[in-house]
């Protein structure tokens, strides 16, 4: 499998490249108020209103830094009713990918309560990379607040 790699800090972590639909450079967002902190804003991508999530916030409690590098990775995040919705991933060091084998994936064994999107680690001579599980990233409230039926109701 082919997976894209970013960092937070210096731990990295990777996913797979098979939920990517593009990677765009960062953007002024729209604010949208009362939102959890991770919740960057909403955005205009190819004429749809789409949220997106600070994967440095949401991991580690600070906003994702202003460089070259910061990307935002279009990924398509499956809902339950097997439609796919677009969800900007903002995301730092976002320049490289390598290929895996699924036997290469260990499972972490920790728990998964508070945060199921942290997947297996892959061990590498230069260190770790976790795995990010697109589909576990937001919970099925978050999943009716950011991604409605009615775009109109995020704004």
Not at 25 to 37: D, E, G, M
Not at 69 to 79: A, G, H, Q, W
Request: proline share 6%; with cysteine; charged share 20%.
């Amino acid at each position: 499998m082919l997976l894209l790699l970013f960092q937070i800090g210096d731990d990295k972590y990777a996913i797979d490249s098979v939920q990517v639909v593009e990677i765009i450079p960062q953007i002024p967002f729209r604010k949208v108020y009362q939102a959890p902190k991770h919740v960057a804003g909403v955005f205009n991508y190819r004429g749809k209103i789409v949220p997106a999530i600070d994967l440095c916030y949401l991991i580690s409690g600070r906003a994702s830094s202003n460089c070259l590098s910061t990307r935002i990775i279009m990924v398509n995040y499956p809902l339950p009713d097997g439609q796919n919705r677009y969800l900007g991933l903002i995301a730092e060091q976002v320049t490289d990918t390598v290929h895996k084998r699924d036997s290469d994936l260990m499972p972490t064994e920790l728990p998964s309560d508070r945060a199921g999107y942290l997947g297996e680690m892959i061990s590498e001579s230069q260190g770790m990379i976790q795995r990010l599980r697109v589909d576990k990233l937001l919970s099925d409230s978050q999943q009716t607040w950011l991604l409605p039926e009615n775009r109109s109701e995020l704004i």
